[in-house]
Each structure stands twice: as structure tokens, then as C-alpha cells.
């Protein structure tokens, strides 16, 4: 006899399989910083707030993450690392939050960038987190690892490290709305950086960095990628893609959360308790429809193939029973949901042939 275990909702999805209910929004950043000051950890949503007992340079790091893009985030989560605190006293404490990026402090090592790297690659598993990571110089090849690699950030007087803009980036990641792309986002701060050729632009891009590029009259993000690099059959190039990872994250922390809610233990698991579900689920696709996050043409039903596995592997002869004779099974406490649809990138490649 199977072990039973706490009642989870799985949610499993690939570019042609993501399940979905309400909505959900994104905008929280979350800090770590080594400084001097004791300080307990605080959540500010303007750079204001920043506590005047730390030290300016501190200040400014929390500061550039309010800088934004579009939007500046919502929130900032700060957990201060002082003399006698680990790295990992900030992961447990961040693993009770909820945000959208997470940085190391501003002299980050490449050990520590290692150690965030892992423990969200853990959370994501283990926990169904939709944090990700923006780290410097570390090529996670993860899809929920943004390898910041500019250098040379100067507005002129002051120069800063690759680790010391990761919360700039994070800030303005953050900031981005959902349908666009932080592809080409301007950093207006910046007077230059290091000026790569487009050559090594490419090969940035191609190896899974976030890399900064000077078009001649300014300073802007290049691509907006992951740190994927390797892909697979369940691990596809849109994982390359900021954009198209965020919205996966928001539509599986929506059903997530929806789910366990409002209907794990609340319902019967009847045929038409199901198809309630089913409605529920197109309702929350045509929201996103209708704000140009996924394309039209989307469905949404009972997953056959999977109930007729589930009835097999409980000893039911599927093979001799109707399409429709599986859909009304009983399936126990499980509901198995199949959605296909597709996330919609930004535009970001034009080809313009003009001819005289």
C-alpha cells in the first residue's frame, strides 16, 4: 500500500503544458548586504526608507534597486549580514518571503554566488518557489540564474563592480512588466561600460550572460537571457528567455496558490466538480489573453491519457473502457488538468529589407 503523504498540488509544465487559475504580479526584490550596523531585517518600498544607520555605500546598493525600469519594484526585503552572521542565516530567513529576484551582498563571492545559486535551484524544487537569482559572473546554466556579467558601470566619477550593479539589475528585472522584454532597457545612470564588440556580444548571449552593450549613445541591457544554456526535451530554448520564465513563474504561483486555497479539500472530486475546475482555469487564460501574455487558441480539459495511466496503475482495465468512461473515473483525490498553450514573446529580432 502506498504511504500517504500531506496533500500537494504538482504543477508540471513545459512550453506546451502550463496549468493556471487567478492572477498574480510580480515587483519584490530581496537584498542581502554585509555591513558594520546591526540590524534586524526589514522590508522598505522607497529608497528612502533606507536605514541611515548603515553605511553610504550600503545605502546606495539598496538605493539602485529602486531605480527600476518601467516601474520601479514594489519592495525591497533586506537581511543585514554583520560581523558574527553566515550566509546562510539570510537563505533561511529569505525562504519565509516571498519575492521575485534575490541578490548576494555587494562584494559577492564567486562561493557565495555558488551557494545562492544552489539553495535556489533547492527551493524551487522542493518548495515550488518562484524566486530567481541575479548573480555576477555565474554561469548557473539555469533558467532561474540571471548571470549578470557587465562591467566597467560608470556615470563618469564613480566605477562599479559587476557584483556591486546585480541589485540595479534585480531592481530593474523586477520592474519590467510582463509584456515586454528588459531587452535594450536603458540604465540612464551610466555615462559608459565596457564596450564589447558585436561579436562578443554575441557570444555573451549565446553562453547564458546578461551583458551590458553601448549603441553609441548609450548604456542598455543586451538580451534579456537566463543562464540556460544546455536544453533538452522538458527544458526548451524559451527557458533562454526572462520574459518567458517569468510568466511560467506567475502562472504556476497562481495555480499553486489558488489551488490550495480554494479547492484542495473543498470539493468533492466529482466529473462536474472537475469541469468547474476546467472553467475556472480557461477563465484565468483568458485574462492573460487578454493582457497579451499568451497566445489565443489555448485549451484546456481533462488530462485522458493521464487518468487512463492512473486507472491502469490501479489495477482497472482502461483499454476496454470509452474516451468518455475515463473522463468520469474516479481518480481518488487526484485531478489530472492538461493546458496547452503558448507564452508570447516581446519583439526583439526585426529584419527590415528595404529595397530601392
Known sequence: ?????????????????????????????????????????????????????????????????????????????????????????????????????????????????????????SRRLNDGAKFKAVLPNHAADNYAIVNFTGDGMTDGATVWTTAEYCSRIAGLLAGTPMKIAATYAPLPELSDCARLTREESD????????????DGRKVKLDRAVTSLVTTSQGMLDSFKKIKIVEIMDLIRTDITSTAEDDYVGKYANTYDNKLLLITAIRGYFMGLEQSQLVQPGYTVDLDVDAIEQYLTSRGVNAEEMSEQEIREADTGSHVFILVRCKILDAIEDIIIVVEI
Open 1 to 121: 500500500m502506498a504511504k500517504l503523504t500531506s496533500p500537494r498540488v504538482s504543477v508540471i509544465f513545459t512550453e506546451l503544458g502550463i496549468s493556471a487559475i487567478t492572477r498574480g504580479d510580480k515587483g519584490t526584490v530581496a537584498l542581502i548586504v554585509r555591513d558594520g550596523a546591526e540590524q534586524v531585517p526589514f522590508a522598505i518600498t522607497q529608497a528612502s526608507q533606507a536605514p541611515a544607520a548603515l553605511s553610504k555605500e550600503t545605502q546606495d546598493y539598496i538605493k539602485r534597486t529602486f531605480l527600476g525600469y518601467v516601474n520601479p519594484p514594489k519592495k525591497v526585503i533586506v537581511y543585514v549580514l554583520g560581523p558574527d552572521s553566515a550566509l546562510t542565516d539570510a537563505l533561511d530567513y529569505m525562504a519565509a518571503q516571498s519575492f521575485d529576484y534575490i541578490c548576494g551582498p555587494a562584494d559577492c563571492t564567486r562561493e557565495e554566488a555558488a551557494d545562492i545559486a544552489s539553495w535556489v535551484k
Open 203 to 214: 557570444e555573451a548571449v549565446g553562453a547564458g550572460e546578461l551583458a551590458l552593450r553601448w
